[in-house]
T-cell receptor
């Protein structure tokens, strides 16, 4: 089944404890992206990647890191999480490098709480 | 910069009612426009899209027309069902100039009552 998977689905952590949220897609997509969803703000892009070893900042990159060592994986790293990073996180992928015309396929989401 | 404005709701309708969710946008260039739907506890799914002015996207009885003159992409459905209860996001694409991805509206929570 073609899908985007994220792990973990739920995570409660404490301020300053490094964490990684994994994202993997099995559709051979070039483009991958991370969004966060907050009440009243909709979804905002954190980082995106047009291909392996190519990553760029989105609208709200502060406090996050990403890497794209393999085409299928795009982990989101929080080096020192803070309570304002409590949010619902979505990973997405798209077939071609330019997402402008293409559907993005979303993962099921990771609900992160930072105490 | 790019932005999307949509009614936030919640919007509550009875089954078989006519639905309109307004969406207007501000963008440079010629973006593609999308409606995504999020059912409870799930990720977003593409509902429909339009890539140029006057295009009409349609799916599952939903329609939206890309109106460049009014910078709008309103979502409509003639007769809603309880199963349409979800959050609906209007979005536009942005590409080039060092940015690529979707700009989303804040989402409209739709509740359909039997």
């Amino acid at each position: 089944e073609a899908q985007v998977t994220q792990n973990p689905r739920y995570l409660i952590t404490v301020t300053g404890k490094k964490l990684t949220v994994t994202c993997s897609q099995n559709m051979n997509h070039e483009y991958m992206s991370w969004y966060r969803q907050d009440p009243g703000l909709g979804l905002r892009q954190i980082y995106y990647s047009m291909n392996v070893e190519v990553t760029d900042k989105g609208d709200v990159p502060e406090g996050y890191k990403v890497s794209r060592k393999e085409k299928r994986n795009f982990p989101l790293i929080l080096e020192s999480p803070s309570p304002n990073q409590t949010s619902l996180y979505f990973c997405a992928s798209s077939p071609l490098g330019l997402a402008a015309f293409n559907e993005q396929f979303f993962g099921p989401g990771t609900r992160l709480t930072v105490l | 910069g790019n932005s999307v404005t949509q009614m936030e709701g919640p919007v509550t309708l009875s089954e078989e009612a006519f639905l309109t969710i307004n969406c207007t946008y501000t963008a440079t260039g010629y973006p593609s426009l999308f409606w995504y739907v999020q059912y409870p506890g799930e990720g977003l799914q593409l509902l429909l899209k339009a890539t140029k002015a006057d295009d009409k996207g349609s799916n599952k009885g939903f329609e939206a027309t890309y109106r460049k003159e009014t910078t709008s992409f309103h979502l409509e459905k003639g007769s809603v069902q309880v199963s349409d209860s979800a959050v609906y996001f209007c979005a536009l694409s942005r590409s080039g100039g060092g940015a690529d991805g979707l700009t989303f509206g804040k989402g409209t929570h739709l509740i359909i009552q039997p």
